[in-house]
């Protein structure tokens, strides 16, 4: 088998050692070095042709370009443009596979000329940050891997499609594969009717292997307990005073189940902590009110589905759902698939699921869809709305950011035309009357953390409170709040 070419490149004085320890590593690697043959310039002997010229011959010449940035830019030509840049641009018009490792200490004297290279190169593709030597063989050493699977040189099955986990028949809730049934029927018209067996079900979904063990993906989906097997398949939520974090938290929760229950529980935490402002009744007979929440619901549920179906789990940490002040983030272990970046998210991509036996039933049940469009339906719907444009970041972890309405904007863009609209909840506004009226000098801050809501929501339904003359303030700011009592105005 022909050996894969690396081209390990740098500027020379900055990574002297760490080029050297990676090439080394490679090739003592006992599956490492079956397959790759890496190329330092160290190691050319001495020749009378330029080093520039050796240098782009060795980046058409091989199969992967990894590239070491750091704080130097290095040797400039007439151009103005270093080798390293030269070398990056020839990988990139050539198409090769490029591997960017970029060292996150002393950013602030990091040259101009290359800081804007490391902009470039965020633009193509998805890089990684290290700090050290061991982070840096530890990062490369994940990423051949990721690129042997990518490319079959190696092949084992995805975590969802493996049977090792011991779980049987017996570990499954039949209810849920009937309501699973019931649901796929009416929403994709799935060909099973809800009296399917479990087992003709799991087999039709390729959840069970022919000798009857049950794949990890079945027990995320059905199982009775899925913590049970997999500890870490569990989202945790936290709500902050702020936009950092920070204590005091004023709700924090963990939620366990199956991933089904995992979004909807996950999805409901944020919608009910969440601004959400309620219309007036315009017809005595009708008793519905129109609501409208401050964050599309379709966004935020679409967000944590992706957490929970793409996420890497054989790692030791959870979904995590974060909600700020001014902005929701969802974070999830793991990376985008082999070739996807952030950028492409942004528009139509190809459906390159982490998980895909997780994937499909989640697709029958309408939760995902299969062409690619979750990341675009995001920004869509927020757009929408009249807020700022989510944000995509893959680090160690991949997370979204969706940006709440910013503090000087009362009521969202699709309701600006209603003046009598309102923000409040008939029960968190009788539970802050009956708390001013124990204590008429309580704060607004205090009032937050005792009815587990944002200050900005205890300000705005006390402002209508004001509005409508049933909440004063005697004293100035250091005086008491007073409750009038009268009628609240519903028509």
Known sequence: MKRIRIFISSVQSEFTEERAMLCHYIRTDALLGKFFEPFIFEEVPANELPASHVYLKEVELCDIYLGLYGNLYGYEDETGTSPTEHEYDLAA????????????????????????????????????????????????????????????????????????????????????????????????????????????????????????????????????????????????????????????????????????????????????????????????????????????????????????????????????????????????????????????????HKSLPANPLLADPMYWNGYIEKIGTGTEDIINKCRDYGLKTPEFHQEEDFKVIIWRAAESQDVPKAIQDDPKAIQDDPKELANLVNLIKKNPSISRAELARQLNLSERQVRKIMDQLRAEDRLIRRGGKTGQWIITDKQRNTR
């Open 93 to 348: 018009s050539l198409h090769k596979c490029r591997l960017i490792f970029i060292k996150s200490i002393d950013e602030d004297k990091r040259h101009p000329k290359e800081k804007a290279l490391i902009r470039k190169v965020e633009r193509d593709i998805v890089r990684k940050t290290f700090v050290d030597a061991d982070g840096l063989r530890t990062s490369v050493y994940a990423s051949l891997i990721r690129y042997l699977e990518e490319k079959e040189y190696i092949r084992w099955k995805p975590f969802d499609a493996s049977c090792d986990n011991g779980a049987t028949l017996d570990d499954l809730d039949e209810n849920k594969m009937k309501n699973f049934i019931h649901m796929a029927r009416a929403k994709r018209n799935f060909p099973l009717s809800v009296d399917t067996s479990p087992a003709t079900l799991l087999a039709h979904m390729d959840l069970i292997d022919n000798n009857g063990k049950i794949a990890n993906a079945a027990i995320l989906l059905f199982g009775k307990k899925p913590q049970k097997y997999f500890i870490t398949s569990e989202i945790k939520c936290v709500q902050f005073y702020g936009n950092v974090v920070e204590k005091p938290m004023p709700a924090y929760q963990i939620y366990r189940g199956d991933v089904f229950e995992l979004i909807d529980q996950a999805t409901s935490f944020v919608m009910s902590r969440i601004d959400n402002w309620v219309g007036t009744r315009t017809d005595e007979e009708n008793a519905s009110v129109s609501t409208h929440p401050e964050l599309p619901i379709d966004a935020v549920k679409e967000a944590i589905v992706n957490a929970v179906c793409h996420r890497d789990y054989t790692s030791n940490a959870s979904v995590q759902v974060m909600l700020f002040r001014n902005r929701l983030e969802i974070w999830n272990p793991g990376s985008l698939p082999y070739g996807l970046t952030v950028q492409k998210l942004h528009g139509p």
